[in-house]
Every structure is written in structure tokens, then in C-alpha cells.
């Protein structure tokens, strides 16, 4: 009988693997990916890191109740141009719609806020504020058009970042300055934002004309071709093609306070849509008085000078 081999030398040497792991990964921070050396460099100093400056401005946009659809569909297309908005639900346009509004923006987590609020069923107004402190300007709109109108042919990128442009009125007056300043917090879209992209392709144009602010949106067409690629800076062949939605906004009053508060500014050349209504109802109550009074000068002025007998009245009836 024979001897039972030791496991030892039962088994063989084993070929060493080589190490397949892949490396490691490097640590990824708020200020970009890091590698392991650099970590561990920071946590032997102690240094804590530069604090750069993050934008976190975020819109809500919502309207009234009872809204025209025209409206609602203006509300939509502002809502898919601003890539850091929230949309909430409808809210009833009563004395208290500031407090619930500041409540419902601290709940989501805005810093200023878009609010549609429709009058009649015809009247659009428009309040942009900054929460919770203020300040709140109330707009008349007038002169919407969208973007699902045929004639407004341009198509950009959704989410893509805008260039802001405003004309030299904004300039003028104190007023004005605060506008552009608010306009400027509230449309343009936060750097690196995780829903917008990186580059710009489209315009907005606020202009002034007729103490109304006039809002445009243009895209930036490029030519793309191989034979006629455009050089680094060429904007000559650069050309703009209107996306919408396009409105007028006619501002009524600016507030301190956000959706009130003690009155900053109030345009002396505001008239309100009722006014101008009584006054075509007036005009035309007007065009119908004058009618009944011709008529009644008509009567009497017949009454007045009778017409003398006709001597061939009565020539044809035998």
C-alpha cells in the first residue's frame, strides 16, 4: 500500500493573476472630479476650498382660475422658455392671493414668481415679483401672439441658454432701471443649470416704445455647411428668425413689497380696459342719438316748409 502524498505537494503552483481591477475612480466634488492625490493633499492642509458663487434662481409660473385659453397657452410657452421655472396649480385671484402666493413660492423653493391673472375673461395682467421681500411690478398685457402662429417660423433648441438684450430706454429713468434689473433675474437662466444647455442660440429683445415694454424672441440661424462654414466671430451671415411668443406689457404699478406693499412708481398714463370700454359704449350709444335726431330735424323741417300741390297729380288716373 503506498503513501499518501501531503497536500502540499498535491498543489501546484498557481500562475499569479494579474491585477484586472480597474483603476480607481477619481472623487467627484461641487468644484469638479478630483484625483486621489489632490484629496488627500487637501485633507493633510486643511484648507477649506474657495466659495465659488452658485445661481439657484428659481421661477414659478401659474395663473388664475377661469384663464382664457389664449392666456393659458401664452403661460405654456413661457413655461417651456424657462428651463429654471416651476409650474403650480391654478390659484384663486381674491384680496388674499399675495399671502397664498408667497406661501406657495417658500414651499417650492422659488425666489421670484410669474403670476397670469386673467379679469373678465378678457383682460390679462401680469405681476412679476421677488419673494418674500419685494419688490412686485403689475403689468397690463396687450398685443399677445404664440408660438403655435403660423407666421412665426423660428425653432430653437428647448432649454437652451438666452441672450438678454434691452434697448437704451431702460437707461432713462429710475423706474425703468428697476425693471431691467428685475426682468434680468427672473429670464435670464442660471449658469451650468441641470436643465438648460451650455450655449445660446436664441435672443430675447425687450424694447421700449410708447412707454411700453415690447417682448421679442429671436433665434440665431447659422449656416451649417461644409463650403460655407462660417468663420469664428463672422456674424454677417448670421441671421434672426422670430420664435415667439410675442406680447406688450404696459405697466401699471411697482410695488415694495412682494404682490403689495407701499407704491414705488404708478404710471400717470395708465388707463384701465373698463374705462376704455365705457368709453367705445359711450361713442357708439352716441353714432344712435345722432341718427334720431336727424330724423326728428327731418320731420320737422318737413312740417315746417309743406310742399306746394302738384299740378299733374291726378293727370293719370282716369
Not at 416651476?86 to 410669474?114: H, M, P, Q
Not at 433648441?157 to 431691467?180: C, V, Y
Not at 407704491?263 to 353714432?287: C, D, H, M
Amino acid at each position: 500500500m503506498g503513501k499518501k502524498r501531503k497536500n502540499s505537494e498535491t498543489q501546484t503552483a498557481e500562475p499569479k493573476k494579474k491585477d484586472d481591477a480597474a483603476p480607481e475612480r477619481p472623487k467627484r466634488s461641487l468644484f469638479g472630479w478630483k484625483d486621489k492625490e489632490e484629496v488627500q493633499q487637501q485633507t493633510e492642509s486643511n484648507t477649506d476650498p474657495p466659495q465659488v458663487f452658485r445661481n439657484k434662481e428659481k421661477v414659478m409660473v401659474t395663473c388664475s382660475r377661469r384663464i382664457n385659453y389664449r392666456y393659458r397657452h401664452l403661460m405654456l410657452n413661457m413655461v417651456s422658455l424657462l428651463p429654471h421655472c416651476k409650474k403650480d396649480n391654478k390659484v384663486e385671484s381674491r384680496n388674499s392671493k399675495g399671502a397664498t402666493l408667497n406661501e406657495l413660492i417658500e414651499l417650492r423653493g422659488c425666489s421670484s414668481a410669474l403670476f397670469f391673472e386673467c379679469r373678465k375673461h378678457q383682460d390679462l395682467y401680469l405681476w412679476m415679483a421677488r419673494c418674500p421681500n419685494g419688490p412686485s411690478v403689475k403689468f397690463l398685457v396687450n398685443a399677445v401672439h404664440t408660438m403655435e402662429e403660423l407666421k412665426l417660423t423660428g425653432n430653437h433648441l428647448k432649454g437652451s441658454r438666452p441672450l438678454l438684450t434691452f434697448s437704451s430706454n431702460f437707461e432713462k429713468d429710475a423706474h425703468w432701471k428697476l425693471l431691467k434689473e428685475m426682468i434680468i433675474q427672473i429670464f435670464g437662466t442660471p449658469k451650468e443649470h441641470r436643465k438648460s444647455k451650455p450655449y445660446h442660440d436664441h435672443v430675447f429683445v425687450f424694447s421700449i416704445a410708447d412707454d411700453h415694454i415690447w417682448f421679442r424672441n429671436y433665434q440665431i440661424s447659422v449656416p451649417h455647411n461644409e463650403s460655407d462654414k462660417m468663420v469664428r466671430g463672422g456674424l454677417d451671415k448670421m441671421t434672426l428668425v422670430e420664435v415667439g411668443p410675442r406680447f406688450c406689457l404696459n405697466p401699471i404699478k411697482i410695488f415694495a413689497g412682494s404682490f403689495g406693499g407701499p407704491t414705488l412708481y404708478e404710471n400717470p398714463f395708465y388707463v384701465s380696459p373698463n374705462q376704455i370700454r365705457a368709453l367705445e359704449k359711450r361713442q357708439k350709444a352716441g353714432k344712435y342719438a345722432k341718427k334720431v335726431k336727424a330724423k326728428t330735424r327731418r320731420k320737422m323741417h318737413e312740417l315746417s316748409n309743406p310742399l306746394e300741390p302738384d299740378e299733374f297729380a291726378d293727370m293719370w288716373r282716369e
